[in-house]
């Protein structure tokens, strides 16, 4: 008989230790054979696992690797408030059976199958995973509050222009998106639910960018009032409690909260700043977004050329130029440019800055064009010393360099 002496939790991330231990009665033992499967009986991988001198019994794995190539981010610009992104989680079991010594050749012993385990795109510190629920990070009908698929601070601010997404994994609750918005001194102007339906399960993506929300939920609102709170331009001197804001939260079909409640205050844009929005990989598995300003380009240019002969038959006539036109020494063949953008960030308060590590840290990081559309770039500042207003006499603001390869994209 084969038994699990130590398994995951259901729901792990990719990037910690996935780690599996068997063991079997049977003492000719030798080694297991280990088939993954993915949920539609799909092979994700196949593997022999031996015993060792100080453990005869049984064997173990880390599954890491071959689950973290499993899982991908998913980002999915739509006009849909919630968008399936099954990229993110990978369901997955264990089809494990013995190889036991019988009469001089190895031969199958016992089978067993594991029960179905999950894992998603995500990297979580060593000390909280010592100690993690996946809970935490799950909706379920018996946990309580989990968590969104960011680290981005529960209250922050958002400019009516910019794309804001939150990702949130579902373990079969039911239940609604809760949004709600405020204007001046907390005076709520509008509570709506959006269904979860088809979203029970696997990893889901949630669309609050503002101007997402003014085309779903502003027309519902009396007076107007949604069209004013957009419309209002706001500073960054403005607290919580004097400006229009929203909040966005997972509840169960009970109205009972499920989720950590996020909280955005809306700002406009100054009219002489030109902004650009970098969208970018978190180590939960979403992706996170940010407002930087005022980009300078430098142009770096690679050319490829080769020396020419300059005299040549021109006219029948041999000679180093054509009616006065010299003929080219040396041609260029080939030119590469590449642009290099520095933009300052708005003022930041002391968590914004110790989350935008993560931006730096970040293997995928879009910008969003002036036409909407997202284009990959590199973050090139590498070194990040994280500020904190105790170490400062003024606002804290970073600079930020990335490059692009293209010369004439337009924010």
């Given at each position: ?115 179905v ?44 222009t ?25 005076v ?6 959006l ?15 503002p ?80 407002n ?50 520095q ?5 930041l ?63």
């Amino acid at each position: 008989m084969i038994s699990f002496v130590k398994v995951p939790n259901k729901y792990t991330p990719a990037n910690n230790p996935v780690i599996f231990q068997i063991q079997s009665d049977n003492p000719l033992i030798q080694f297991f054979k280990v088939t993954i499967t993915d949920a539609n009986a799909n092979i994700i991988a196949n593997l022999r696992l031996f015993t060792t001198p100080d453990y005869r019994s049984g064997s173990f794995t880390d599954l890491s690797t071959i689950l973290s190539n499993a899982v991908n981010y998913q980002l999915l610009p739509s006009s849909n408030l919630l968008e399936a992104t099954p990229a993110v989680l990978q369901a997955y079991q264990l089809t494990i059976t013995e190889k036991v010594y019988s009469g001089g050749v190895i031969i199958d012993g016992v089978t067993t199958t594991s029960s179905v385990f999950y894992t998603w795109n995500a990297l979580i510190d060593r000390v909280s995973f010592s100690q993690d629920d996946y809970k935490n990070y799950v909706m379920t009908a018996t946990g309580s509050t989990t968590r969104f698929l960011t680290n981005k601070p529960s209250i922050s601010s958002i400019y009516r222009t910019s794309n804001e997404y939150l990702y949130f994994l579902n373990d079969g609750q039911g239940g609604n998106a809760n949004v709600k918005f405020y204007t001046r001194n907390n005076v709520l102007v509008g509570n709506h639910n959006l269904n979860l339906s088809g979203h029970t399960s696997g990893c889901t993506r949630l669309d609050i960018s503002p101007t997402t929300l003014n085309a779903d939920f502003g027309i519902g609102l009396a007076d107007d009032e949604f069209m004013d709170m957009f419309d209002t331009p706001f500073g960054s001197n403005y607290s919580i409690s004097s400006v229009n804001y929203f909040t966005v939260g997972l509840t169960d079909l009970s109205g009972n909260t499920k989720s950590q409640i996020r909280t955005y205050a809306l700002k406009d844009i100054g009219c002489t700043n030109v902004p650009v929005q970098l969208l970018f990989s978190n180590q939960l598995g979403g992706y996170d977004s940010i407002n930087f300003f005022n980009p300078r380009q430098t142009i770096d240019v690679t050319k490829t050329s080769i020396a020419k002969n300059p005299f040549t038959i021109n006219n029948g006539i041999y000679s180093d130029n054509n009616n006065s036109v010299f003929n080219d020494e040396n041609e260029v063949i080939n030119v590469n440019s590449t642009s290099t953008y520095q933009v300052i960030s708005d003022a930041l308060r002391d968590e914004e800055a110790l989350w935008l590590k993560e931006l730096i840290k970040a293997s995928k990081v879009f910008v969003m064009l002036s036409n909407g559309s997202y284009y990959p770039i590199t973050i090139t500042t590498l070194n990040y010393p994280v500020q904190q207003k105790k170490y400062n006499t003024s606002l804290i603001r970073i600079q930020l360099s990335f490059t692009i390869k293209d010369t004439g994209i337009a924010f």
